[in-house]
């Protein structure tokens, strides 16, 4: 079953690849976006600088580094997101999902190897064209060993999450809630462009329970000892935070995928799309 697995995932990553690389134009793209992005925080970090260093001794690092961390670290992890979902909704429409999933391998592992191809390629190439695009306008992200130990905690969180969101959208076919419910916590209330206390006290208390916080006080702390969370702590309990969720995460994320595969084949739905 192993080595069935590991081919199945070698070829799945050397399918995204081939997929991948065709599409010069969207690569060329994708580095002017970010790009566009870059410049655009660098700007209003200098905006906020001339307002006064209060963000700076508030939070330890300037605001632009404080954007950069948190636009890196969560739109890598947020492939994870979309992969699966992505991956099963593709083969829906191709009429494939039916036929790939009559192999000896379990349904949900499948979907997973054919999901974890196309998110190996979205993250290695997402952070290529990052860490090119930064080093184009001159801003440096260390790839310290915190910072990387939050992205891979955080991409198995929202791993989980798209596991879920697969295993839905092979039920629902259309308008699946997961990803976007999760997308817009993580986005609005996680602190990727602003700290999480400046929300509205009654909205603090979630966004410091939505993973991303933790996954960013992590990261941002990585990037520079000096960061802090809110009330001048550190890291503080936030790997143990991340550590728990992303096992959660993964296992619900199994579950879901998995009753979503029943569900279709009990219905005769597979094929539908």
């Known amino acids: 079953m192993s080595a069935l697995a590991c081919a199945a995932a070698i070829a799945f990553v050397r399918r ?10 969207k690569l060329a793209l994708g580095l002017a976006s970010l790009l566009f992005s870059l410049v655009m925080f660098s700007f209003v970090g200098k905006v906020v600088a001339t307002a006064g260093s209060g963000f700076v001794e508030r939070y330890g690092m300037d605001y632009t580094s404080y954007a950069i961390v948190g636009i890196f670290v969560h739109s890598l992890a947020s492939s994870g997101l979309h992969s699966f979902r992505s991956v ?8 494939t999902l039916e036929l790939l999933l009559t192999t000896r391998l379990p349904s949900s592992v499948l979907v997973a190897l054919a999901g974890v191809g196309e998110l190996s390629i979205t993250v290695v190439g997402g952070a290529a064209l990052m860490l090119g695009a930064a080093g ?3 801003i440096d992200v260390p790839l310290s060993r915190e910072l ?38 993580a986005g609005l209330l996680g602190g990727v462009y602003f700290p999480v206390d400046m929300l509205p006290e009654w909205l603090q208390a979630v966004g410091r329970a939505v993973p991303t916080s933790h996954a960013l ?13 809110p009330g001048g702590s550190g ?27 029943r569900r279709a084949r009990r219905d005769g739905t597979l094929a539908h799309y």
Not at 163 to 181: H, Q, R, T, Y
Not at 217 to 224: E, F, K, P, S, T
């Open 217 to 229: 006080v992590l990261a941002r702390y990585g990037a520079d000892a000096g960061a802090r969370a």
């Open 136 to 138: 184009l306008v001159g």
């Open 148 to 185: 990387l130990l939050a992205f891979a905690l955080y991409s198995c969180v929202m791993c989980g999450a798209g596991l879920a969101s697969a295993g839905v959208v092979i039920v629902v076919k259309e308008g699946e809630p997961v990803s976007w419910a999760v997308g817009g916590l």
């Open 16 to 25: 995204e690849l081939a997929t991948y690389l065709s599409y010069r134009a």
């Open 88 to 95: 099963v909704r593709r083969e829906q429409l191709q009429g």
């Open 235 to 261: 890291a503080g309990g936030s790997l143990a935070f991340l550590a728990a969720t992303a096992a959660i995460s993964i296992v619900v994320g199994f579950v879901v995928l998995e009753w979503g595969c």
